[in-house]
T-cell receptor, first 115, second 113 residues
Framework: AQSVAQPEDQVNVAEGNPLTVKCTYS??????LFWYVQYPNRGLQFLLK??????LVKGSYGFEAEFNKSQTSFHLKKPSALVSDSALYFC?????????????FGTGTRLTVIP | DGGITQSPKYLFRKEGQNVTLSCEQN?????MYWYRQDPGQGLRLIYY???????QKGDIAEGYSVSREKKESFPLTVTSAQKNPTAFYLC????????????FGSGTQLSVL
């Protein structure tokens, strides 16, 4: 079965420090992987996606993610965290289900950037 | 101003009552989706629609119903059969059903009185 796991419910990082939000996946075939961010009381916003090509994917707001096939991981990273990055982050994988492509979301990781 | 509009922002349901959550998009997207968000459980797919006049059940469709009579509208009805309806409901759309970049509304928080 295809799935995605976010092993950390909460990540705290000091402002200006690098941040990493972890994601591992389990899929058959080539994975299509995504990161979304949710600010309080809002919907999700697309950050970036990996389909093929360069393992390092750059996205919105200075975020990037590294696809690692051998470790089946797709960790989200940013070199220098901002307080405004504090939000809930979701990793997702495309699954072929119910006759169409749909996204299967992880349980989310709450990132808190401490001033 | 393009986007997805969900209303109301907060909704309260009495026992045995059906309630309908509105979702409207002016992005001319073919595909629309309803997700339920519970703390610590991520998002779970309730229903989705690939095109007007068509919709399919997702992972947790029991106790919910939808319609897609117009391209821009995808209302979700939470019926009395849904015994645990308290959750944050998110509507999303994408240009086509094969495009995974979803655009989300701001959500509706449903609570039971």
């Amino acid at each position: 079965a295809q799935s995605v796991a976010q092993p950390e419910d909460q990540v705290n990082v000091a402002e200006g420090n690098p941040l990493t939000v972890k994601c591992t996946y389990s899929v058959s075939g080539n994975p299509y992987l995504f990161w979304y961010v949710q600010y309080p009381n809002r919907g999700l916003q697309f950050l970036l996606k990996y389909i093929t090509g360069d393992n390092l994917v750059k996205g919105s707001y200075g975020f990037e993610a590294e696809f690692n096939k051998s470790q089946t991981s797709f960790h989200l990273k940013k070199p220098s965290a901002l307080v405004s990055d504090s939000a809930l982050y979701f990793c997702a994988v495309r699954v072929l289900k119910f006759g169409a492509n749909n996204l299967f979301f992880g349980t989310g990781t709450r990132l808190t950037v401490i001033p | 101003d393009g986007g997805i509009t969900q209303s109301p922002k907060y909704l309260f349901r009495k026992e045995g009552q059906n309630v309908t959550l509105s979702c409207e998009q002016n992005l001319n997207h073919d595909a629309m989706y309803w997700y339920r968000q519970d703390p610590g459980q991520g998002l779970r797919l309730i229903y989705y629609s690939q095109i007007v006049n068509d919709f399919q059940k997702g992972d947790i469709a029991e106790g919910y119903s939808v319609s897609r009579e117009k391209k821009e509208s995808f209302p979700l009805t939470v019926t009395s059969a849904q015994k645990n309806p308290t959750a944050f409901y998110l509507c999303a759309s994408s240009p086509t059903s094969t495009n995974e970049k979803l655009f989300f509304g701001s959500g509706t928080q449903l609570s039971v009185l």
